[in-house]
């Protein structure tokens, strides 16, 4: 291994790197693009509790509606979670009505073979262990060997979570546009403040939209334990205690990337790769790897709460119950998008130390009053910055929707998590809780 090749590998990454803070296909100017990605844990009610369904059954549902698949862009999670990636839509209104019309369609064809979709953000019923590794995709063999060096959480994360992610377009608008500046070029200072703003809203907004009250089917005494859970997979490539943040965003991503343990994927039989190795280890040390590809399959293996990808993937919500999904929605698009909003928004956040506390927001969601504070401030910014909004890019209910959460939720010091546990304690096997 020579010097001349680290530099060269060295270069590779932090363009990669770069790259992932550039705008998808150069988009430019007005509020940008929405995706929203749905996450589904597909039951089947027999006699007792609900029970796990192989992906072969899920598949073998979806010949029902031939062309779903390609148009909600469907994959299997480790755990056999079914989740819908829909093409990114000009506004938040499209994106929902979208993902509605692809959901209904989707139940559809699980009914005609007795399959329940639910939304729950932990499965509310199912240890890891009866879940079971449902996609053995070499990925996700190398994935879960890992963190199981690490500890149990990886495996719980992997089998049984669901999330709502929600995926922000960046602005074109000067620094790195169009998607050709080179190796350490600046990010923008819209794009600059959205990430900072979205990853420093993260614990308080978690704790808003908590959603995840058991563990193993029991009762955990957590608003979210799909964010505990993520606290213990792995910080060194999760960063959920910030260590990629604070400075320029290209610079602390790529610390994160080379810092983390490379997962790399065999490529023959007898291959002999490296385990439990920095990223930067790897880079120094290898010979004809890690090489292009090496380096790509690494980047999607890191999962920070926010992650860039040409567009700003928001990871840290948990499922939701389908009458709620439009708030966080436009709530996130509207603090991404509408100027003075985010600048409120991020005022909010920096006079706010606490607001970073994502152990607090997992075990006590709003009713902690610092986050609950944090939270409705945000949810104030975003009401106010929807009245800004060209008519239409949100959908003309979403206003009243997100200040109903407002009050009977964050207000209350309450979340989606406390009105789950009360219907699942009464009605402990019924699925339609969780829709």
Do not use: K
């Not at 530099?7 to 150069?26: K, M």
């Not at 040390?285 to 709460?305: S, W």
């Amino acid at each position: 291994m020579t010097v001349a090749h680290q530099v060269t590998r060295t270069t590779a990454l932090e363009r990669r790197v770069n790259a992932l803070f550039l705008p998808a296909g150069g988009a430019r100017g007005g509020p940008g693009r929405v995706g929203v990605e749905i996450e589904l844990l597909p039951v089947r009610v027999t006699a007792g509790r609900p029970a796990p369904v192989p992906i072969a059954d899920v598949q073998a549902a979806l010949a029902h509606d031939p062309g779903l698949a390609a148009q909600a862009r469907i994959s299997f999670e480790p755990g056999g979670q079914v989740e819908l990636s829909p093409a990114p839509q000009p506004s938040p209104a499209a994106a929902l009505e979208g993902a509605e019309v692809l959901i209904a369609r989707l139940r559809r064809c699980a009914d005609r073979e007795g399959i329940s979709l639910v939304r729950a953000a932990v499965s509310p019923w199912h240890d890891p262990e009866t879940i079971g590794l449902a996609n053995p995709a070499p990925r996700y063999r190398a994935m879960q060997a890992h963190l199981d060096s690490i500890g149990p959480w990886g495996r719980r994360m992997m089998r049984q979570t669901t999330a709502t992610q929600v995926c922000l377009d960046l602005d074109g608008r000067g620094g790195c546009a169009g998607g050709s500046a080179p190796a350490g070029g600046r990010v923008s200072a819209q794009n600059e403040e959205r990430w900072r703003m979205l990853n420093r809203a993260g614990p308080a907004l978690a704790a808003a939209f908590a959603a995840s009250p058991l563990l193993d089917g029991r009762p955990a005494g957590m608003r979210s334990v799909r964010t505990a859970i993520w606290q213990g997979v792995d910080l060194d490539r999760t960063g959920f205690d910030g260590r990629h943040l604070g400075g320029d965003p290209v610079a602390g991503y790529t610390v994160l990337a080379v810092g983390a343990h490379a997962i790399p994927l065999p490529r023959t039989e007898d291959e002999r790769l490296p385990a439990r190795t920095p990223l930067r280890r790897w880079m120094a040390t290898g010979d004809g790897r890690p090489d292009g590809d090496d380096l790509d399959h690494h980047l999607t293996t890191l999962f920070p709460p926010v992650r860039p990808r040409g567009y700003l993937e928001v990871r840290y919500l948990d499922a939701l119950p389908a009458r709620w999904l439009p708030v966080p929605v436009c709530v996130l698009a509207t603090l991404a998008t509408e100027p003075g909003a985010r600048r409120r928004a991020l005022e909010v956040l920096e006079s706010d130390p606490m607001s970073e506390d994502w152990w607090r927001a997992a075990r006590s969601g709003p009713a902690d009053p610092e986050l609950r504070q944090t939270a409705l401030a945000l949810l104030d910014a975003a009401l106010a910055g929807m009245r800004r909004l060209d008519r239409g890019y949100i959908p003309a209910t979403a206003p009243a929707l997100v200040a109903e959460y407002r009050d009977r939720f964050v207000a209350a010091g309450r979340c989606p998590a406390d009105e789950l546990l009360e219907r699942h304690t009464s009605r402990p096997e019924d699925p339609s809780t969780w829709m």
